[in-house]
């Protein structure tokens, strides 16, 4: 089973860049989809990026046209570049891997702890 840890938050200014990373420590990282999620400064979780196979990865609608998700299976690891960053993205930023259909019954979900992002003048 993986355990996730994301790391790159800080404190940027608006229309700053920052690269958030999620690696993974354990052996079965390719059996999760991973996505990035953030809570936002009303407490709501967003689904900011699901990282799918291939260039079929979905962003959220806030964050469409600025940040872009990767995947690098042979560093066990996920990112998040976020560019033009503004105020209303400040938030805790997590990694959430989801176990790929075949093995869904015997694997729960993973989240990874969080990254704090804030983004003001």
């Known amino acids: 089973q993986v355990q996730l840890e994301e790391s790159g938050g800080g404190l940027v200014q608006p229309g700053e860049s920052l690269t958030l990373s999620c690696t993974a420590t354990?052996?079965?990282?390719?059996?999760?989809?991973l996505d990035w999620y953030r809570r936002n400064l009303k407490n709501q979780r967003e689904l900011v990026a699901r990282?799918?196979?291939?260039?079929?990865?979905i962003y959220g609608d806030s964050v469409k046209g600025r940040f872009t998700a990767s995947r690098d299976d042979g560093k066990n690891s996920v990112y998040l570049q976020m560019n033009r960053l503004q105020p209303e993205d400040t938030g805790v930023y997590y990694c959430?891997?989801?176990?790929?259909?075949?093995?869904?019954?015997?694997?729960?979900?993973?989240w990874g702890q969080g990254t704090r992002v804030t983004v003001s003048s």
């Open positions: 354990g052996t079965d990282f390719n059996i999760y989809h």
């Open positions: 959430k891997g989801t176990p790929r259909s075949a093995w869904r019954a015997v694997r729960p979900d993973v």
């Open positions: 990282i799918g196979d291939g260039s079929d990865t």
